[in-house]
């Protein structure tokens, strides 16, 4: 038992070391919701760019582009595409944070395009019929009836893939940025310690996901007024 | 009021309407009746372009309303239509599903609305769900709200999907009471539906359509006791 302490003292406390991890939580909660700001707002528009249809139906030009993002974003490695911005694309930029979160950023906005697109598709299309008979263009239809209603449905998706979002940026040791993990990490190699760092950091990330899935279990909650019967 | 000119509408091989020719004068009770797959509700739902037709011809109050030029919201202020699956807006209460079109399209303002639906709710005795969801309501009372919400926008005609198609046998009755009452008010009423007896009753016209066309165009008491195309005979032999 006094083993365990010792080990816990001298992972987190012995040396201010916590104020490491403490550093280490602020980047990976910076990046990820910076990265989540930027998912939700490039994966908003390239749903609606992927839906867009001409008058006869045929797909947009800036439909074919979104899909084209949506596939390749989602058919390659996030480590890949974070080395690629890193070391190629923005080279020359010296603020990690900003490509770290412009790279989750535009990897996130392709999962919640197809999770917009997929809410937006559950709303039954009787609602949009009944919205133009009654002369409402199409642009109100979506604003009053549809989004409203697709929200709901896209919440619980959306909060998954924040979930998946915060653990996912990980990875950003990989380009030299010390996030919780990367902090871990090398702490396990100067105590020769290999589980206490990493299980404790465990834990702060099952909390951080916790509480983020709480709040929207409230929210989903509120949304729901709607269905009672 | 309406006149279909040589209307066509394919989906994709699949020829709907073949060449459907029609005039609607104001405050008519026009009934179409068929076999399902004859192209009735298409019909219906080409006049006011919730299908676009693929050619022919669509004229509402002296406008060609299939011309690309015409806007087509406007035009649809005036067409007031009722659906099967009544599709009442899910996330609105009862009142909002009303005032939502005349105040967004600025027709009437929040207070005005407001007051014109309460009395429409009391027409069809419903005043007291106007703070309830849809969710709430029965099939009977939701399509009762939808005719309430086409109502509020003060339409010059009225279009009717199946409207009882998809309630319980026992809801049937209150809803084709408020459109029985909805035609003696002067109503100009399209009615796409499989109830001979509000057909007879009410209708001024009843059209008989198969296989995408008007097969047989006549009043109610010449339709039923004397139809002439022996499809039609067959049909009726059916349904009545």
């Known amino acids: 038992m006094q083993n365990i302490w010792q080990h816990i003292y001298a992972a987190f406390i012995e040396a201010d070391r916590w104020k490491l991890y403490l550093k280490g939580l602020g980047v990976t909660l910076e990046v990820s919701f910076f990265a989540a700001l930027l998912g939700i707002l490039i994966g908003t528009i390239a749903a609606f760019l992927k839906l867009s249809t001409r008058k006869n139906g045929s797909k947009t030009i800036a439909s074919r582009i979104a899909s084209a993002y949506i596939d390749i ?34 990897n996130s906005g392709a999962y919640v395009a197809e999770i917009v697109r997929a809410g937006i598709l559950a709303v039954d299309k009787g609602q949009m019929e009944a919205g133009r008979s009654l002369g409402l263009n199409k642009f109100q239809t979506m604003r009053y009836i549809i989004i409203p209603q697709a929200f709901k449905s896209i919440l619980p998706p959306l909060g998954n893939e924040f979930i998946v979002l915060i653990k996912e940026t990980s990875i950003v040791g990989y380009v030299g940025m010390s996030d919780l993990t990367r902090v871990a990490n090398q702490m396990t190699s100067k105590l020769f310690d290999v589980f206490t760092p990493l299980l404790g950091i465990a834990f702060i990330y099952f909390v951080l996901t916790k509480v983020l899935s709480i709040l929207l279990a409230k929210l989903e909650r509120r949304l729901r007024k709607s269905d009672n019967r | 009021m309406i006149i279909v000119k040589d209307l066509h509408k394919s989906f994709e091989d699949n020829q709907v309407l073949k060449g459907v020719s029609y005039h609607i004068h104001p405050g008519e009770k026009i009934v179409v009746v068929g076999p399902s797959g004859s192209g009735k509700s298409t019909f219906l739902r080409c006049l006011n372009l919730l299908e676009r037709p693929t050619s ?14 015409i806007d087509i919201n406007k035009v649809r202020q005036h067409m007031g239509m ?19 079109a005349p105040v967004k399209l600025k027709l009437m303002g929040e207070e005005e609305a407001k007051e014109n639906a309460l009395k ?60 029985k009452e909805l035609a003696e008010s002067g109503m100009t009423m399209v009615v796409v539906t499989h109830e001979m007896g509000f057909a007879r009753e009410v209708g001024t016209k009843v059209l008989f359509m198969d296989g995408g066309n008007i ?8 339709f039923f006791t004397n139809p002439q195309s022996p499809r039609l005979q067959e049909f009726l032999s059916k349904v009545l």
Not at chain 1, 76 to 91: C, D, E, R
Not at chain 2, 82 to 100: D, K
Request: overall charge negative; hydrophobic content about 45%; glycine content about 6%.
């Open chain 1, 73 to 106: 974003i989602r058919g390659t490695p996030t480590t890949v595409q974070l080395l690629i911005m890193w070391s190629g694309i923005l080279a020359t930029c010296k603020n990690s944070v900003l490509i770290a979160s412009l790279t989750f950023g535009i």
């Open chain 2, 56 to 69: 022919g011809e669509i004229w509402f109050d002296g406008q060609n309303i299939t011309d690309p030029k």
């Open chain 2, 82 to 100: 009722v659906f099967q699956h009544f599709n009442l807006f899910n996330n609105l209460t009862i009142m909002n599903n009303i005032t939502l």
């Open chain 2, 120 to 179: 429409l709710l009391k027409r069809v005795g419903l005043e007291e769900k106007a703070d309830a969801y849809p969710a709430s309501l029965s099939g009977g009372q939701k399509q009762r709200i939808a005719i309430v919400r086409s109502l509020a926008m003060n339409p010059r005609v009225m279009l009717f999907d199946e409207p009882t198609s998809a309630l319980d046998p026992e809801m049937v009755g209150e809803v084709l009471e408020v459109m």
């Open chain 2, 215 to 222: 097969v047989e165009e006549n009043t109610p008491q010449e």
